[in-house]
């Protein structure tokens, strides 16, 4: 049943690149466990121990806040078509935000999205599989373009507003700098 490695396998790779939704975890020693979904074409898979993926504006900045305190992270991936398989990521991850020296580098990976804020570089220190037999099959209909032009309706000005209005801490008030290192 689940099996464990030290880093991603072709196969993998190749799991990972089929996925349309992916779920990262993310805590510090004294927050709530914040579980995000994600999407958008916005995980790149850099080698069989490194992962980046791009993060846009949303409603809430959790997973910003804990990683800048506290750099662990998990990304869990589930197969809802074809064979049943669950894949977990155990590590450690940093923030790069708009005004690192490595921005520019990382964010030539992705297709540009409107909203973009920061990106998460993930080193993979643990890789563990499991069956996934219990997770119900469920058939991937098209992305959502709601955020997208959500970010495109409010320009840079208005995308900075919502910053400084909505992501600078988390719930638990916890800072997420996005002000000072994005603008």
């Known amino acids: 049943m689940g099996k464990q490695y030290k880093a991603l396998s072709e196969r993998l790779f ?3 690149a089929e996925q349309k ?3 990262v975890g ?6 709530r466990v914040n579980v995000s979904p994600k999407g958008m074409d916005s995980l790149r898979v850099l080698n069989n121990n490194r992962v980046i993926w791009l993060n846009v504006t949303g409603s809430g900045n959790e997973t910003s806040a804990h990683v800048q305190q506290d750099p ?7 197969a809802f078509e074809g064979p049943p398989l669950i894949l977990r990521l155990y590590g450690t991850a940093r923030v790069v935000h708009k005004n690192d020296d490595n ?8 297709n540009p999205l409107p909203g973009a804020r920061q990106i998460f570089d993930f080193s993979i220190e643990l ?6 037999m219990a997770v119900p099959y469920y058939a991937y209909t098209g992305d959502r373009e709601l955020l ?5 309706g409010k320009g840079e000005d208005g995308l900075r507003q919502y910053w400084e209005e909505k992501n600078q801490s988390s ?3 916890i800072p997420t700098h996005i002000i000072a290192k994005n603008v």
């Open 14 to 16: 190749e799991f990972i």
């Open 21 to 23: 939704i992916f779920f």
């Open 26 to 31: 993310t805590a510090t020693g004294d927050s």
């Open 72 to 78: 662990r992270m998990t990304i869990m991936f589930c």
């Open 103 to 110: 921005w520019e580098d990382l964010f030539a990976h992705f």
């Open 127 to 132: 890789v563990q599989t499991s069956c996934g």
């Open 148 to 152: 997208l032009d959500w970010a495109r």
């Open 171 to 173: 719930i638990d008030n």
